[in-house]
Nanobody
Framework: QVQLVESGGGLVQPGGSLRLSCAASGSIFGINVMGWYRQAPGKQRELVAS???????NYADSVKGRFTISRDNAKNTMYLQLNSLKPEDTAVYYC?????????WGQGTQVTVSS
């Protein structure tokens, strides 16, 4: 089993920044791709960004140039730097880790962008 715990969400004004963290524990050996997803009220969960164990990132078009995903394998932690936030970025952000055929999720952290 892999446990994922997100932190760093909150309320921020448009144009502001936040940094999300996802700490992994448990049977973390063999985790390959990790990613951040988000789900806004009434919408489906969508991929925001992902990163391989080798550090190759992938971003949704809506966040390219604004969000940066990174991963510290020594600390078993993944990060998402959110800059130039927009009201449409408001959602619950979830951490995901894939290991072989299994997929693990964190409990989510709320990001609210509002003036």
């Amino acid at each position: 089993q892999v446990q994922l715990v997100e932190s760093g969400g909150g309320l921020v004004q448009p144009g502001g920044s936040l940094r999300l963290s996802c700490a992994a524990s448990g049977s973390i050996f063999g985790i390959n791709v990790m990613g951040w997803y988000r789900q806004a009220p009434g919408k489906q969960r969508e991929l925001v960004a992902s990163i391989t164990s080798g550090g190759s990132p992938n971003y949704a078009d809506s966040v390219k140039g604004r969000f940066t995903i990174s991963r510290d394998n020594a600390k078993n932690t993944m990060y998402l730097q959110l800059n130039s936030l927009k009201p449409e970025d408001t959602a619950v952000y979830y951490c995901n880790a894939r290991k072989s055929l299994l997929s693990y999720w964190g409990q989510g952290t709320q990001v609210t962008v509002s003036s």
